[in-house]
C-alpha cells in the first residue's frame, strides 16, 4: 500500500521536472500526454488505498469543480490547471492534510513569484509556472515523507 504512494511521488516528481524543463525550453509549450498519464495513476490510487464510496466521489466532484472554475475564469494556463488537477485529486486521495499544505505552500509560492516576475523582473507578459507547482509538490512530498514510506 505504501509503495503505491512512494511510486506517485516519484514519478510525480520526474515528470514536473521533466514538464518544468519542456516548458523553459519550448516556450512555454508542453506536452500535455504526461500530464494523462498522472491522471491516470492518481485515480489508479483507487485500486490501492480503500476509501469510501462517497470520499471518491467527493475527491471526483472537488477536482472536476476545480478544473471547471480554473478553465473557465482563467486562473491559470490550460496545462498549469491540468497538471494541478492530478495533483489535487493525488494529494486529496492520500492525506487531505496533505492538499491543504500542497495549497497553502502553492499560495505562497504563487504570491512570491507574481511579485519578484511583476516588480523584480518588470515582466508584464506570460513567464514559466511549472517551477512553482513542481517546488510546491516536492516540499509537500518531503514534508510527509511520501518519498520514504
Avoid at 500526454?33 to 483507487?46: A, E, H, P, Q, V
Avoid at 509538490?137 to 511520501?146: G, R
Wanted: aromatic content about 20%; proline content about 2%; some cysteine.
Amino acid at each position: 500500500m505504501d509503495r503505491i504512494i512512494v511510486m506517485w511521488a516519484f514519478l510525480g516528481t520526474i515528470y514536473l521536472f521533466i514538464l518544468t524543463w519542456q516548458e523553459n525550453r519550448n516556450k512555454l509549450k508542453i506536452d500535455a500526454r504526461k500530464n494523462y498519464f498522472m491522471m491516470g495513476l492518481s485515480l489508479s490510487l483507487i485500486a490501492y488505498l480503500p476509501r469510501s464510496i462517497w470520499y471518491i466521489l467527493g475527491v471526483l466532484a472537488m477536482s472536476f469543480t476545480y478544473n471547471y472554475v480554473c478553465n473557465r475564469y482563467r486562473l491559470l494556463k490550460p496545462d498549469d490547471v491540468s497538471t494541478s488537477v492530478w495533483i489535487l485529486y493525488g494529494f486529496a486521495y492520500i492525506n487531505i492534510v496533505a492538499l491543504g499544505l500542497f495549497v497553502l505552500v502553492l499560495g505562497v509560492l504563487g504570491l512570491i513569484y507574481r511579485y519578484i516576475k511583476r516588480n523584480v523582473y518588470s515582466l508584464n507578459r506570460k513567464a514559466p509556472y511549472y517551477s512553482v507547482i513542481a517546488a510546491s509538490f516536492v516540499l509537500t512530498c518531503a514534508f510527509f515523507a511520501f518519498y520514504l514510506h
